[in-house]
């Protein structure tokens, strides 16, 4: 690839065609015929996929699995793992600020954030042509699962510092984590804060907004980009989520995306939020076609959207319904011509 990334940041808001940016990688396991359980536990495996779906599919870049169990795994949390499924984290490691003040922040390297570095480190060789992102997950989520997510609901109230101190744990790890994709020769990562979608205005810019900020400014530069995702209802939120200065914000489809981009500056770059789940696993290629065109004839007029996914799609999505998106994007650019 070349020149620095924010020439292609500059680039895609120029463009009168655009390309399509989708978090896809876990339905790779079709191509690969392997199980979720494989692909997350086999470097190889997750850059073989991640090139197989680069050679597919016309992607404005290609983007890795968007796990957010690997962090909370990192720092000793259980997980579930199934063949078909996106791993998951079962119960909670902290019940009180104790535990809070005891918690180790790993080693990057820990538990599977090696391997998927590995593997961002592989796919960066095997894809020329487009830049290549990591997936991360957000402080504030990442605490929610150290925590669980309704407790740390409540102790947003009733603990606070508990609360403080598990996101400063947390931003310094993500931070180190973030700099190793960055060794290895990653173009950015992509941030998933979707449990900040949960919050009050006034919560998300004391307990999200302000360590989203302490990563974006302590990784990013000209070279390499932090994309902030939330699939929550972040209407009530933009001020705060353009606060943090990231390079371009992602959106799912719990949002009008029409409506988030009238709020948003014309020079910041937007992306999202055809349904994951409800068309790409669950809908039929002429749905999925349907929702696509829809979507594009609503917001392509503004030159800073780039369609997507909500979110992550979801591994047993069918690539006929994967495929009639990315020729509903072409036809609809090409009648524009």
Known sequence: MDGTMANWLNQIKAATKKKPMPILSFPSIS?????????????????????????????AAAVSMMDLSVEAEAFGSQIRVSDDEVPTVVGRILEDEEDADALPVPKVGAGRTGLYIDAIGRAVKEIADRPVFAGVIGPFSLAGRLMDMSEIMVNCYMEPDMVRKTLQKATAFLIEYIRGYKAVGAHGVVMAEPAAGLLSPELNEEFSIPFVKQIVDAVQDENFL????????????????????????????????????????KDTLVMGNIDPAGQFRNGTPQSVRESTLSLLESCARHQNFVISSGCDIPPLSSWENIDAFFEAVRDFYDRQR
């Open 31 to 59: 191509l690969l015929g392997c199980s979720v359980r494989e692909l997350i536990g086999d470097p190889n495996r997750q850059a073989q996929g991640m090139k197989r779906i680069a050679d597919r599919c016309d992607t």
């Open 226 to 265: 932090l994309i902030y995702h939330n699939c929550g209802n972040t209407l009530p939120l933009v001020d705060g989520i353009l606060s943090t200065k990231a390079a371009a914000y992602h959106f799912g489809n719990a949002v009008d995306m029409s409506a988030m981009l009238t709020l948003m500056p």
